[in-house]
């Protein structure tokens, strides 16, 4: 399936080092700024009912607030259990001051 990239967010809404919640139609998301580049998952954790969007960033992982499991945001997978499935990444594109995410 080809990319389709729909208007998330101001660019101006996310913050470096940060990861902010982001509800878009059925979504909740997890958008993330690392080193000046932005990344996005969902933002339910896949071991348990968490946000990660209320865990803590360190470099490009995301540990989630309950059991302290982590994922890396640029690709969703594991990187520390007792999560164990990936999160689902979205790839992003930056125009014009805008966020953009392909949900396909
Ligand atoms: Fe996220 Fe358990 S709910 S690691």
Avoid at 68 to 91: H, L, M, N, W
Wanted: glycine share 8%; proline share 3%; hydrophobic share 35%.
């Amino acid at each position: 399936m080809s990319a389709q990239y729909t208007d998330l967010m101001s660019l101006d809404d996310t913050f470096e080092g940060e990861v902010v919640r982001v509800e878009h139609g059925d979504k909740n998301l997890a958008v993330y700024s690392v080193n000046g580049e932005i990344y996005c998952t969902d933002n339910l954790c896949t071991h348990g009912n968490a946000l990660l969007s209320d865990g803590f960033l360190e470099g490009f992982e995301i540990e989630c607030p309950f059991h302290q499991g982590r994922f890396d945001i640029r690709d969703g997978r594991v990187t520390c259990e007792p999560a164990s499935k990936a999160v689902k990444s979205y790839p992003i594109k930056v125009s014009d001051g805008r966020v953009f995410v392909d949900l396909s």
